[in-house]
């Protein structure tokens, strides 16, 4: 029972010295999604990525379209022509239908390079003006709420980012 005494007094005389605090952290989230669509610079990023989605798609469809011309004439004249004039026009239709192909995975590439470029310069843009935020509200740790199950709508931040983020890049 002595050793258990003892035992006690040293933990409660360590205790005494160490100051027990309690840590708290400020955790918040955003829709970043929302922030994207709903701020004047993102708006103008998706206007600039959805201009050139549509230019790639009409791009495309319009080759798409010469070739399917080119198939057209072929099935015509696949009776009329001799078997070696049709396997040389067949060919070069296969040739050009690889060429399609190429064309459209090279303007699928390029277009995800510049969505992930612009994207980005989005976040280093918007970065500091988030951080500033988050300092002067003593946030500690800002969640993307796509990845939130449930939490307070007092925790929800995005119309508060989408206000800043507006205001410092109102020019």
Same mark, same amino acid.
């Given at each position: ?9 040293? #933990? ?7 100051? *027990?605090?309690?840590?708290? =952290? ?7 999604? =929302? #922030? ?13 990525? @959805?201009?050139?989605? !549509? ?5 495309? %469809? /319009? ?5 399917? /011309?080119?198939? %057209? ?6 009776? *009329? ?8 026009? #067949? ?9 399609? @192909? ?27 003006? #988030? !951080?500033?935020?988050? %300092?002067?509200? /003593?946030?500690?740790?800002?969640? @993307? ?14 119309? =508060? ?8 890049? /109102?020019?």
């Amino acid at each position: 029972m002595s050793q258990l005494f003892k035992f006690f007094l040293i #933990v409660l005389f360590f205790l005494s010295f160490f100051q *027990i605090s309690k840590a708290e =952290q400020i955790l918040k989230y955003a829709n970043i999604d =929302q #922030v994207i669509k709903e701020t004047k610079i993102g708006n103008k990023m998706i206007t600039k990525i @959805n201009e050139l989605d !549509q230019a790639n798609i009409k791009k495309l %469809n /319009s080759y798409e379209e010469e070739l399917k /011309s080119i198939e %057209n004439e072929i099935k015509l004249k696949k009776n *009329i022509i001799s078997e070696q004039e049709l396997e040389k026009e #067949v060919n070069d239709l296969k040739k050009k239908i690889a060429d399609f @192909n190429k064309e459209k995975n090279l303007m699928v590439k390029n277009f995800n390079d510049i969505k992930k470029k612009e994207l980005k310069i989005f976040f280093d843009k918007i970065n500091p003006v #988030v !951080q500033n935020y988050m %300092n002067e509200k /003593s946030i500690d740790i800002l969640f @993307n709420s796509n990845h939130i199950f449930m939490g307070n709508k007092n925790s929800d931040l995005t119309k =508060q980012l989408i206000d800043e983020i507006n205001n410092k890049f /109102s020019n």
